[in-house]
């Protein structure tokens, strides 16, 4: 059995606070919010499940309510420029682009949608300076949030910025999450944190040939323990279109399509993420490639059988199996 898995990292302005200007990226992100509706719309239509690695704040639809939910220990990274906490001290909550939640409400409403966490504030686990209990403190305020506004029990996260460790698992783990995204097992993904400008240029140029090992993986590999979630792990990073570069964007797409099409004849899973927000660079473009991605499952749907399932979906079909001693 091959299975497609889709994760987004939902974060519109919380993902970047800390790298660009608002008033750069406020267009994006308002074209963001229009254009997850049609994406939510696309899932429906082909069949694909998804999860939604939402950062908690984008739950919150007021500065009163993100202050009431804000968790009991901040994060004390050494560069105080890492927490939105700090930025909205100096700036302001600003609900076109520090809310989401009517587009939760969406989604929640959309078969096969996960609502998944990327953490409350989209916390860096790696960064000098956090401790564990901050990290904590952050789960368990994203955990309450999405219980008391959604109804939901929080299953799936995401690491912003994909940084991690076997101490923040073991969080993860305690605080009821049973299905993590790590990282591909390429040494250019290894420790982003610190990752130099050789890691950048081999991940970039692996989204157009290959660099690195097969990006498919045989779920019997999935790792879960007594002190962590089962870790998922990341084949593609869909980057967003280039206006600049046209060329570029065919070879990334195709390279998506092989990839997808060597897991569904192999048996394999096939796991592909990205940033709602970068499809407000370019709506339109960035939909007919999530169109011509989608026709593609539907082909391996019905040709090799392919499934789509969201984190949470294959985390449990993967626990019920090994229950069995399926795998």
């Not at 998922?232 to 399509?257: E, G, Q, V, W």
């Not at 709602?276 to 007919?288: D, K, L, T, V, Y």
């Amino acid at each position: 059995m091959s299975f497609l898995v889709i994760s987004l990292d939902f974060e519109l302005h919380w993902g970047i606070f800390d790298k660009v200007s608002l008033a750069e990226k406020k267009g994006d992100f308002i074209r963001t919010k229009a254009v997850i509706p049609k994406v939510l719309e696309a899932f429906e239509r082909h069949g694909v499940a998804a999860t939604w690695a939402t950062v908690g704040m984008l739950l919150t639809e007021s500065s009163e309510e993100w202050e009431h939910y804000s968790p009991e220990y901040l994060p004390a990274y050494q560069n105080p420029q890492l927490s939105p906490y700090r930025w909205i001290a100096q700036h302001a909550y600003d609900p076109a682009v520090h809310s989401g939640f009517s587009l939760v409400k969406q989604l929640l409403q959309t078969p096969n949608q996960e609502l998944g966490s990327h953490t409350f504030s989209h916390y860096y686990t790696c960064e000098p300076g956090q401790e564990l209990e901050q990290f904590r403190s952050d789960l368990k305020v994203a955990r309450r949030i999405a219980q008391e506004k959604c109804g939901v029990n929080l299953k799936s996260l995401v690491f912003p910025r994909n940084q991690f460790g076997q101490n923040s698992l073991k969080v993860c783990k305690d605080e009821g999450f049973t299905v993590v995204r790590v990282n591909p097992s390429n040494w250019f993904w290894k420790d982003p944190q610190n990752a130099g400008m050789m890691d950048r240029i081999f991940r970039t140029g692996d989204t157009l040939f290959p660099l690195g090992k097969s990006t498919s993986f045989p779920t019997r590999v999935v790792l879960g323990s007594k002190d962590s979630p089962i870790q998922l792990p990341a084949s593609r990073l869909l980057r967003p279109y280039s206006k600049t570069i046209r060329p570029l964007n065919k070879l990334r797409i195709n390279r998506i399509i092989s990839e997808m099409t060597y897991a569904a004849k192999h048996n394999l899973a096939y796991h592909l993420w990205w940033h709602p927000h970068n499809f407000g660079h370019a709506p339109e473009e960035s939909m007919r490639e999530l169109y011509q991605l989608l026709d593609t499952f539907t082909k391996l749907k019905d040709q090799y059988g392919m499934r789509s399932v969201n984190m949470g979906q294959l985390a449990a079909e993967l626990k019920s199996k090994k229950s069995f001693g399926l795998i």
